[in-house]
Nanobody
Framework: QVQLVESGGGSVQPGRSLRVSCAAS????????MAWFRQGPGKEREGVAS????????YYADSVKGRFTISQDSAKNLVYLQMNNLKPEDTAMYYC???????????????????????WGQGTQVTVSS
């Protein structure tokens, strides 16, 4: 079993920065790959970024490349999403997810498939508004 707890959401003005965190615990294998997803008002949930906890490799959605950075602190079992130059369209509930991708490859074509992640946090709200 894996437990994920997000924190750090809030309300910011456009152009500002925010960092959200995900505290993970439980089976290490099951959180081999970690990701951030988001769901904005009236939108479907989408992948934002993902990281391979064993090596630090990352993938990003095109909409956040160059603005968001996913990282980890392995010693503290924390995964971060640093969000810079935030835009109103980044407003969403942000979810942390974990999975092992057993039987399939974690790649540029699969990392955003939410069915590959078995564990989810409760979410943290990020609102970008002037």
């Amino acid at each position: 079993q894996v437990q994920l707890v997000e924190s750090g959401g809030g309300s910011v003005q456009p152009g500002r920065s925010l960092r959200v965190s995900c505290a993970a615990s439980g089976d290490t294998y099951s959180r081999k790959f970690m990701a951030w997803f988001r769901q904005g008002p009236g939108k479907e949930r989408e992948g934002v970024a993902s990281i391979y906890t064993g090596g630090g490799n990352t993938y990003y959605a095109d909409s956040v490349k160059g603005r968001f950075t996913i990282s980890q602190d392995s010693a503290k079992n924390l995964v971060y999403l640093q969000m810079n130059n935030l835009k109103p369209e980044d407003t969403a509930m942000y979810y942390c997810a974990a999975g092992s991708f057993a039987g399939s490859a974690w790649s540029s074509g699969t990392w955003y498939n939410e069915r590959k992640y078995n564990y989810w946090g409760q979410g943290t709200q990020v609102t970008v508004s002037s």
